[in-house]
């Protein structure tokens, strides 16, 4: 809560998109499996259609995703890219940006669940040193 108060404006993005993935396992999902990924592959346009094949992939594997309306999931993709917009993980070419964690976040983090630095478009080796 002290990094929401007194913390920059990235950090309060960074808090408020964990916020995010704590709250929804497919958004955590969609950061960690397709936006940390495209990330490291060094791909880093995020397009619609990744939203798309990676909803597509967990409506075979949940039913109740298959059932959500074309114009529902259009509104799910045009909120996420928003969220991710406003927490600088996307840019507003659509580009993913590499997180830049302050000490104090990652030591919040850490305290909490080291596996969450993962939701952030961050190194491998940075995600090894910040979670030993």
């Not at 995010?20 to 791909?43: G, T």
């Not at 070419?93 to 964690?101: E, F, H, N």
Request: a negative charge.
């Amino acid at each position: 809560m002290e990094i929401l108060r007194d913390g920059s404006r990235l950090e309060q993005g960074y808090t408020l998109w964990l916020a995010i993935c704590k709250r929804y396992q497919f958004i955590r999902e969609f950061a960690v499996e397709v936006v940390r990924e495209k990330y490291l592959r060094l791909d880093y346009p995020l397009a619609h259609e990744d939203f798309d094949i990676f909803f597509n992939a967990r409506a075979d594997w949940h039913a109740e995703v298959e059932k959500i309306e074309p114009s529902t999931r259009a509104k799910l993709r045009q909120v996420l890219f928003h969220m991710m917009r406003d927490a600088e993980i996307l840019s507003s070419q659509g580009l993913i940006v590499p997180a830049i964690l302050t000490p104090r976040l990652i030591a919040a983090m850490r305290e909490d669940a080291p596996a969450n630095l993962a939701i952030f478009p961050v190194s491998d080796a940075d995600l090894k040193a910040w979670t030993q």
